[in-house]
């Protein structure tokens, strides 16, 4: 699995709170990455990080912030969930193979926002 | 951007029977993965595929860069194949798998 952990495994909110999602990983990779994904739409990237302190954003970032304070976690925030932001969240690592990258992911975060 | 079709969007076999799933991409690409997601939403790398052949077990899959395809090869499949099959394809920038695009999708039944 890589040794990623996402937490909390579900979560119900109400729209106009604050949410906080967590990945933890135990294998130092540098590259980490948040994922949303939605029927008809496939996976789409929210926000990555390339390092600690070091992000930048996706195809889908409007309404979300990363932070990556230390090498083994990666945070996303919704400041303000929105019901359009009920969705399965993973969370993956990238895994230098020579030529490239090989992605892995957690075991994702389903959240509904009323 | 990159834009990326899977087919068929579903399918559904018998046990044992064999199937060839298709990703066609719209641009050049140096990264393509393919994963299966199982029922209970686990995603699973099957393959790390820019170009040529790999084979795993039952599973193979074949890049040809050049026309923009990828397929991915199910034999004699088992229940335990059945969940979506996705393609992502994607840009190595100085070793970083960012922005990966994912396909939507094919939808795998395997029937006892």
């Known amino acids: 699995d890589a040794g990623i952990t996402q937490s909390p495994r579900h979560k119900v909110t109400e729209t106009g709170t604050p949410v906080t999602l967590r990945c933890h990983q135990t294998?130092?990779?540098?590259?980490m990455y948040w994922y949303r994904q939605d029927p008809g739409h496939g996976l789409r990237l929210i926000h990555y990080?390339?390092?600690?302190?070091?992000?930048d954003k996706g195809e889908v970032s409007d309404g979300y912030s990363v932070s990556r304070s230390k090498t083994e976690d990666f945070l996303l925030t919704l400041e303000s969930a929105t019901s359009s932001q009920t969705s399965v969240y993973f969370c993956?690592?990238?895994?230098?193979?020579?030529?490239?990258?090989?992605?892995?992911f957690g075991s994702g975060t389903q959240l509904s926002v009323l | 951007g990159i834009q990326v079709e899977q087919s068929p969007p579903d399918l559904i076999l018998q046990e044992g029977a064999n199937s060839t799933l298709r990703c066609n991409f719209s641009?050049?690409?140096?990264?393509l993965q393919w994963f299966h997601q199982n029922p209970w939403g686990q995603l699973i790398n099957l393959f790390y595929?820019?170009?040529g052949t790999k084979q795993n077990g039952r599973l193979s899959a074949t890049t040809v860069a050049t026309e923009r395809y990828s397929l991915l090869y199910i034999s004699s499949s088992q229940t335990t194949d059945s969940g979506v099959y996705f393609c992502?394809?994607?840009?190595?920038?100085?070793?970083?798998?960012?922005?990966?695009?994912f396909g939507t999708g094919t939808l795998l039944a395997v029937q006892p």
């Open positions: 993956a690592i990238s895994e230098s193979i020579g030529t490239g990258e090989k992605l892995f």
């Open positions: 294998e130092n990779h540098r590259y």
């Open positions: 990080s390339y390092g600690v302190k070091d992000t």
């Open positions: 641009d050049s690409v140096n990264n």
């Open positions: 595929i820019p170009s």
């Open positions: 992502a394809v994607g840009l190595n920038y100085g070793g970083a798998t960012n922005k990966l695009i």
